[in-house]
């Protein structure tokens, strides 16, 4: 089981960059893809991106690609979420992932969850 913490959450404006990261602790870690999914007020869950073990493979979703940059640090077992042109549509609670399984882009394959972090872009 592996243990996640977000942090890096807050108020920016439209345009402005963030960078949210994912403390983790477990065993798994270094062998686990990891992901970035964010909820906002009365929507579902989304993906936005994630990460192979090795750091290697990543993906996107397409309303990030291009602004948002997924990496991992498996000395410090740590992610990081490095959000660019942020608008007010980015805003929403933000939640690390973890899989079972070295690479994933599939919400249901994402089994450990943190806490979340929120990020409010304002217009």
């Known amino acids: 089981q592996v243990q996640l913490v977000e942090s890096g959450g807050g108020l920016v404006q439209a345009g402005d960059s963030l960078r949210l990261s994912c403390a983790a602790s477990g065993r798994t870690f270094s062998t686990a893809a990891m992901g970035w999914f964010r909820q906002a007020p009365g929507k579902e869950r989304e993906f936005v991106g994630s990460?192979?073990?090795?750091?290697?493979?990543?993906y996107y979703a397409d309303s990030v690609k291009g602004r948002f940059t997924i990496s991992r640090d498996s000395a410090k077992n740590t992610m990081y979420l490095q959000m660019t042109s942020l608008k007010s549509e980015d805003t929403a609670v933000y939640y690390c992932a973890a899989a079972r399984i070295p690479v994933s882009n599939r919400m249901a394959d994402f089994r450990s969850w943190g806490q979340g972090t929120q990020v409010t872009v304002s217009s």
């Open positions: 990460i192979s073990w090795s750091g290697t493979v990543t």
